[in-house]
Nanobody
Framework: VQLQASGGGLVQAGGSLGLSCAAS????????MGWYRQAPGKRRELVAL???????NYADSAKGRFTISGDIAKNTVYLLMSNLKPDDTAVYYC?????????WGQGTQVTVSS
């Protein structure tokens, strides 16, 4: 099973981008799905996630600018990013987890120019 992400690209500061992610096969009993990112020379960090019981969690840097959505049952997750900043430049990874394992997408590059 793979998570397939798409939607990255180059955007000017202040612009918007949307990321999409879907599983190649059905993943059962997902507890949460979300997005992480990794900038050059930095650790991978959580951007946002939502849980199977409907809760969401955002990194402080994403609050007010990013919106996560999706459907656990359909194994899909989306990230709408607005008012992008050069510090948002990173490879973005979608993620899903159940009780048995974690699933990661291949990563999609987001570059924000100043």
């Amino acid at each position: 099973v793979q998570l397939q992400a798409s939607g990255g690209g180059l955007v000017q500061a202040g612009g918007s981008l949307g990321l999409s992610c879907a599983a190649s096969e059905k993943i059962y009993s997902i507890d949460y799905m979300g997005w992480y990112r990794q900038a050059p020379g930095k650790r991978r960090e959580l951007v946002a996630l939502f849980t199977s019981d409907g809760n969401t969690n955002y990194a402080d840097s994403a609050k007010g600018r990013f919106t996560i959505s999706g459907d656990i049952a359909k194994n899909t997750v989306y990230l709408l990013m607005s008012n992008l900043k050069p510090d948002d430049t990173a490879v973005y990874y979608c993620h899903a987890a159940n009780s048995w394992r974690d699933y990661w997408g291949q990563g999609t590059q987001v570059t924000v120019s100043s």
